[in-house]
């Protein structure tokens, strides 16, 4: 069983810059796949980032490049995405996942969610 818990979000102008977090619970991180996902209100959930059990390679959609980065730290088994220059449209509930799939881009290839983080970006 692994138990995921988000932190880092919350209320940024646009252009500003947030670091979540996603802290594990388990006893061998290392050997999960894990992703970012978000769901703004009234939209599906969709694909942010996804990052391999080593940390390399890594994943971001379209409308990510260029703006964050995905990274984790085996050792304090917790996953980062930096993301900068935010825009209002980057509002959204986002969620952490941990799957074992070397790096999966789809909701079904994950197996295990937090309870997500919300950021909120004002113009």
């Known amino acids: 069983q692994v138990q995921l818990v988000e932190s880092g979000g919350g209320l940024v102008q646009a252009g500003g810059s947030l670091r979540l977090s996603c802290a594990a619970s388990v006893r061998s991180f290392s050997a999960y796949g894990m992703g970012w996902f978000r769901q703004a209100p009234g939209k599906a959930r969709e694909f942010v980032a996804a990052i391999s059990r080593s940390g390399y390679p890594t994943s971001y959609a379209d409308y990510l490049q260029g703006r964050g980065t995905i990274s984790r730290d085996n050792v304090k088994n917790t996953m980062y995405l930096q993301m900068n220059s935010l825009k209002p449209e980057d509002t959204a509930v986002y969620f952490c996942?941990?799957?074992?799939?070397?790096?999966?881009?789809?909701?079904?290839?994950?197996?295990?969610w937090g309870q997500g983080t919300q950021v909120t970006v004002s113009s």
């Open positions: 996942a941990a799957g074992l799939a070397l790096l999966a881009v789809r909701e079904r290839e994950y197996m295990y």
